[in-house]
C-alpha cells in the first residue's frame, strides 16, 4: 500500500525568508501525481501545487516550488520570500494516475508552518 | 464553474442525537465524493467514498454513514452521536486523477 510520510510536525521561517517542507511516499507504481495542499486557520483546503511523476521538470507556483526526486521517493516543497499568509498547515498527497473510478489521494500528516514577523 | 457547498459550517450536538450533514457539488457531473475528518491539528481520515449515486465505500468501521441520493450530493450521518465523533469534517469531490481533490470549507462538529 501508498504511503506518504512527512517527517516535520512543525517548521518556523522568519518572513521573507524561504523554507522547504519534506515529503516522502513509498509506492511501486510509475506513474502518479503528487500533490500539496494547504490549510490555513481557516481550515479550508486549498490545492498549492501539483506534480506529474511522468515530467522531469519540478513544478513552480508563483512563490512555491517543488523540488520531485522521484528515484528518491521525495517531494519537498519550497516556500520562497514566506509571507505572514504562508502561516498555515501543509498536507502532502499522492494519487495513483488511472486510479479507476476510486481515486483516493493519500495523504501524509502534515507539517504547521510558523511564520514569524 | 465548479463549485463545493458544505452545510452547516458549525454544529454542537449532544450525545446520543442525530446528525446530517450534507454536501453538494455543482458544475459538474459524476464527481467522485469524499467525506474526511480531522481532529484538531492532526491529519486526515477519509471515512466514506462514493463513485455514483448509491454506491458507498466506507474506510473505517464507525458510528457514521454515508448516502449519495443523487449525483453531486453527499450525506453523513449518524443515528447517536458519540463524544469521540466531535471534529472538522470535510466533503470533497474529484473527476480527473490529475485534479487532485477540490474542498468544502468544512464542519466543525462538537458534541456534548
Known amino acids: 500500500a501508498q504511503t506518504v510520510t512527512q517527517s516535520q510536525p512543525e517548521m518556523s521561517v522568519q518572513e521573507a525568508e524561504t523554507v522547504t517542507l519534506s515529503c516522502t511516499y513509498d509506492t511501486s507504481e510509475s506513474d502518479y501525481y503528487l500533490f500539496w495542499y494547504k490549510q490555513p486557520p481557516s481550515r479550508q483546503m486549498i490545492l498549492v501545487i501539483r506534480q506529474e511523476a511522468y515530467k522531469q521538470q519540478n513544478a513552480t507556483e508563483n512563490r512555491f516550488s517543488v523540488n520531485f526526486q522521484k528515484a528518491a521517493k521525495s517531494f519537498s516543497l519550497k516556500i520562497s520570500d514566506s509571507q505572514l499568509g504562508d502561516a498555515a498547515m501543509y498536507f502532502c498527497?499522492?494519487?495513483?494516475?488511472?486510479?479507476?473510478?476510486?481515486?483516493?489521494?493519500?495523504f501524509g500528516q502534515g507539517t504547521t508552518l510558523q511564520v514569524k514577523p | 464553474s465548479q463549485t463545493i457547498h458544505q452545510w452547516p459550517a458549525t454544529l454542537v450536538q449532544p450525545v446520543g442525537s442525530p446528525l446530517s450533514l450534507e454536501c453538494t457539488v455543482e458544475g459538474t457531473s459524476n464527481p467522485n465524493l469524499y467525506w474526511y475528518r480531522q481532529a484538531a491539528g492532526r491529519g486526515l481520515q477519509l471515512l466514506f467514498y462514493s463513485v455514483g449515486i448509491g454506491q458507498i465505500s466506507s474506510e473505517v468501521p464507525q458510528n457514521l454513514s454515508a448516502s449519495r441520493p443523487q449525483d453531486r450530493q453527499f450525506i453523513l450521518s449518524s443515528k447517536k452521536l458519540l463524544l469521540s465523533d466531535s471534529g472538522f469534517y470535510l466533503c470533497?469531490?474529484?473527476?480527473?486523477?490529475?485534479?487532485?481533490?477540490?474542498f468544502g470549507s468544512g464542519t466543525r462538529l462538537t458534541v456534548v
Open positions: 498527497a499522492y494519487r495513483r494516475r488511472g486510479s479507476g473510478n476510486t481515486g483516493k489521494l493519500i
Open positions: 470533497a469531490w474529484s473527476v480527473l486523477d490529475i485534479q487532485g481533490y477540490t
